[in-house]
Nanobody, 124 residues
Framework: QVQLAESGGGSVQAGDSLTLSCAAS????????MAWFRQVPGKEREGVAA???????RYVDSVKGRFTISIESANNSLNLQMGSLKPEDTAMYFC??????????????????WGQGTQVTVST
């Protein structure tokens, strides 16, 4: 059974850094297309960063240069290093795995597995 578990969220101040981790079980993260999404109440889930089957990272414009997505093979986990955090980065962050269609890395319905989320709150 495939399971994803996010961790690392918290409350920080603007300009701070935070690293999220998504521990996977039941499958090897290096064989998946994976991504991080985020969601604020009342809004749709937004793709933030993705890693395709070849290890190519992709980012939404709002986080380019500030966030880095990577795989930690030793722990079979997907990480998201977040720097220069802004209040607008405040959201519940979700890990997603097993995307099906090339080119739709930031489409929620393209992923087969999801974690429960971890909250990130950035204050001024």
């Amino acid at each position: 059974q495939v399971q994803l578990a996010e961790s690392g969220g918290g409350s920080v101040q603007a300009g701070d850094s935070l690293t999220l981790s998504c521990a996977a079980s039941g499958y090897s993260v290096s064989r998946w297309c994976m991504a991080w999404f985020r969601q604020v109440p009342g809004k749709e889930r937004e793709g933030v960063a993705a890693l395709d089957w070849f290890g190519t990272p992709r980012y939404v414009d709002s986080v380019k240069g500030r966030f880095t997505i990577s795989i930690e093979s030793a722990n079979n986990s997907l990480n998201l290093q977040m720097g220069s955090l802004k209040p607008e980065d405040t959201a519940m962050y979700f890990c997603a795995a097993d995307c099906r269609l090339i080119g739709e890395f930031f489409v929620e319905s393209n992923y087969g597995y999801w974690g429960q989320g971890t909250q990130v709150t950035v204050s001024t």
